[in-house]
């Protein structure tokens, strides 16, 4: 760990370092206004770690409940994608960091990260993360202000100088029968619309995804963990048993629960005339017409920006323009 104090300005610059970056971590707004007790609190917990050259620190997928950050050395991030068998790779060095999605939920890391030099990092683990976050009278049960006090909290955020209240961090569980990419996805497009810290108010949740759920025992002891950590449960189960296990579970121990396909599922029930299949996962196929999709968009792709003019003749439109007008868009 990181000595506090110590001889010279060298531990004393460090510090105000590591602070600056988990202050400036767009991925932890919470941390924006928090008070330089808590910031300092955080920095105690990072633990200094030697990375020799060529070692592979994170690994893409890899669940590490970490977040590193970049002191000395340079290391490489590489991503891989669906419809690439090229990693995309960009550098990192001094200030970077990596992991603190982390920190707020089980979220797997997004790249491989590997030292190109010997490096010297600082890693922050989501048990100390905790620790330091939520504040030990929130675990033993403590009840909720008055609403004398919370008529002041109200006054309060028109302070500028006031501080966010750590405890406001709340807990989704999003649970599907399937990846759970979609579910996760509009979960995170709607939280965007809490994106926000302003005085002792801070829009800022930790989502935990559970993945393929397909049996009553998981369901239920999904549903127990929720009702122990006061988490909003969202879900895209689609298996109509599972579907009605998972709605009295959370109703019989008092989780809320959000079915975010059930509305839209059942009016389009009304529309057609019909029931839903019920199955999970269900595919894009691959058929003559969508394999003609992927062509033109692979064509779109590699002449882009005026190059191979030989391949112009096959395009059905051509667009023509200034620079920076938008063109690539447009045509994707």
Partial sequence: RLARGGQGRGPNRERAFLAQVLRDAKELVLLAKSDDAQIDSLVDAMREVTVEAGAVVVTQGEQLGSMFIV??????????????????????????????????????????????????????????????????????????????????????????????????????????????????????????????????????????????????????????????????????????????????ACESQGVECCDLWGALLESLERKFGVKRSGISGRRQEVDDEYMKIVKAIEYTRKVDDGVLPNLWADCDIMLIGPSRAGKTPLAF
Avoid: W
């Avoid at 609403?147 to 309060?156: A, K, L, N, Q, W």
């Avoid at 189960?237 to 599972?242: A, F, G, Q, R, T």
């Fill in 71 to 248: 002191s000395e050395g340079q290391l490489v991030n590489a991503k891989t994608t669906a419809d690439s068998d090229i990693p995309l790779t960009r550098p990192a060095g001094r200030g970077d960091y990596f992991g603190s999605v982390s920190l707020l939920g089980n979220t797997p890391q997004k790249s491989t990260v590997t030292a190109k030099t010997r490096c010297r990092l600082f890693r922050l683990n989501r048990a100390d993360f905790d620790n330091v976050i939520f504040p030990k009278d929130i675990a033993s049960g403590a009840t909720a202000p008055s609403s004398e006090s919370s008529e002041e909290v109200e006054e309060d955020d028109d302070d500028d100088d006031a501080t966010c209240d750590m405890t406001s961090l709340r807990e989704i569980f999003i649970v599907s029968d399937s990846t759970g990419e979609s579910a996760n996805f509009s979960v995170q497009a709607a939280l965007r619309q809490f994106a926000y810290c302003s005085g002792t108010t801070c829009g800022t949740s930790r989502s935990r995804v559970f993945r393929f759920v397909r049996t009553i025992a998981e369901v239920e002891q999904i549903v127990s963990e929720a009702q122990k950590q006061n988490a909003l449960l969202v879900h895209t189960v689609m298996e109509p048993k599972m579907n009605e296990a998972l709605r009295s």
